[in-house]
């Protein structure tokens, strides 16, 4: 018997995290949120024959909504999937041209203001409802949920990016060795770079130089080698990656929802397990998502790893406190792309830069 609340359950990725959850045995009470009423409803129509339904129509920058929310249903388990404007409805509203240049020189992270503002405003509306349950949060998982964690409202993972990465290789695996892919376990350490890779015009070097960690096992031998051995083997990683594909992040958020509800302790593949700027195993226990790390790996491995990656995501460090530094090259094409400077975001500056930044993107509209 449990409670979810889906924000954002109106649009791509929230509509299809949904129709998943309520198949949920678990899942007796699914409250879902968004601005447009319509869809929502209609959404709600669908599902109530599994779960008791609650649409709740509301304008979450409206001051005090969220945490409204929050305080009427108390829910176990919220999914943070709402966004004033989404990455992709971004990336169509300005000239291709452009667009691939700013998204190839500058990457996703100097975009921080714009993916981050509204999760603040979110993470605090939690908090000042007490802040009940467990929080999945979207957007941008790996840098975002540090972030937030640096300002004392950290949610309890993300979901999606790395998780689609990890399953499309436990897939790739089982087909290479015609197993099940219950036989075939993958320990895997990465990051939203790595994820925006295999879609990306990079060469195969620039992921080798910052390679994530993985090992494969195949009826618990070791096949790693093997696998990374075939020269084929990331160019069809690459072409296997889902893109676009909201329902493999909404069962990765249905996935860690029905860990969490279970509290069972299983091991499974997070995005930013414990606010954590990147995606590993971990399991769910009384103190939150707790990281099991693979043999030989240390958590200094771990940050190592992470680190090198963020940089080719365009951001340099996060400090303790949540305070973001943007490489020198991301930042650069950021100024002469779109006419954005920023090259240290403090958390207190993230709405206005947040502002100033769509207006930059809107200065380059056709
Ligand atoms: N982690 C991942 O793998 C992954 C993958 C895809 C998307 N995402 C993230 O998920 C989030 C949603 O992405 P999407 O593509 O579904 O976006 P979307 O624009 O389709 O959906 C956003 C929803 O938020 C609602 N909304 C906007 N403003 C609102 C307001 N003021 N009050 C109430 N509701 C409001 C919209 O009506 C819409 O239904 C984004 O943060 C995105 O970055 C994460």
Redo the contacts with the bound molecule.
Sequence with gaps: MATVAI?????????EIARTMVFQPEVTRLVL????EA??RQEANDCAMLAENVPVV?????DG?IEEVFAKYKPDVTV??????????LANSVPKDIWKRVNFEARIGPFLPL?LS??IKFMEGWKAAGSPGEVIQ????DIVNPVLSGMGVAPSC????T??LCSTLRMMVADKFACPTREIDIKLVAHHYH?WFMHSPSELPDLQQRMFHFRAFCRSYDVTDEVMGDADFLPALRKRYPYQR?R??AT?VVKNTVRMLRGDGVVTHV?SPGARGGGMDARFTSDGWVPVLPQDFSMDDVEALLQSAREADGIASIAADGTVTFTPKANGAMAELLGFDCKVLEPSQVHERAAELLECIKSIRP
Excluded: H
């Design positions: 924000f954002g359950s109106a649009g791509v990725v929230g509509l949120i968004d601005i447009n869809k929502m509301t304008d979450l920058t409206r909504a943070q999937a709402a966004i004033p404007i989404s990455w992709y409805t993916l509204f999760p979207l957007s941008l998982p993300g979901s999606g990016n998780e689609n994820c909201p493999f992040a990765s995005s």
